[in-house]
């Protein structure tokens, strides 16, 4: 009786109500329509990942370049960022000048709205080096990345951000 009494819907309020309940189907029908769009975007994204992280393991450095938007942003853990490709070419070349990728890539988490995206997950593998220098290995990287399509309907790295998912061992100085 108490509830009965407080949640009454006052007359003029109704057809408001009416309103919303049908913007609101209205929409959440829209939703269900880009479901089968997101997903064929979702394959897209996954390509692209898997297309960057193959071309670097072949040592195509080009190729790689060429995934990134020429306003992108790298982000690597402890630097400051890095702008556009005309400044994070030079900052990645000397990798593939001097080593041999084997990277894989667990993607966790991909999603789209409209011309934007982004996907999460982690990166490992190893960097051989062409020079007697030890072998250098990627544990358990997490990455962000940032994606936007082209004029041409490509996707492209807008923004790239990764850091080491556990922290450096700290040294204890007694």
């Given at each position: 009786m108490y509830i009965k009494d407080r949640v009454g819907i006052n007359s003029s309020f109704r057809p408001l109500l009416c309103l919303v309940l049908f913007t609101s189907s209205c929409v959440a029908s829209k939703q269900g329509d880009q479901t089968n769009y997101s997903a064929d975007e979702k394959q897209a994204i996954e390509k692209t990942l898997t297309g960057i992280i193959e071309t670097?393991?072949?040592?195509?450095?080009?190729?790689?370049?060429s995934y990134f938007a020429h306003d992108a942003v790298a982000m690597p853990s402890g630097e400051m960022p890095v702008f556009g490709t005309e400044l994070i070419r030079p900052r990645i070349q000397p990798m593939f000048d001097q080593s041999q990728?084997?990277?894989?890539?667990?993607?966790?988490?991909t999603e789209v709205s409209g011309n934007v995206a982004f996907a999460r997950g982690y990166v490992s593998g190893r960097m051989e080096p062409r020079s007697s220098a030890p072998t250098r290995y990627i544990d358990q990287?997490?990455?962000?990345?940032?994606?936007?399509?082209d004029s041409g309907s490509?996707?492209?790295?807008?923004?790239?951000?990764?850091?080491?998912?556990?922290?450096?061992?700290?040294?204890?100085?007694?």
């Open positions: 670097a393991n072949a040592g195509d450095f080009e190729s790689v370049m990728l084997f990277i894989f890539l667990t993607s966790e988490e990287n997490e990455y962000l990345v940032i994606l936007r399509k490509r996707w492209k790295i807008a923004r790239l951000m990764w850091h080491p998912m556990w922290p450096p061992p700290q040294t204890i100085v007694q």
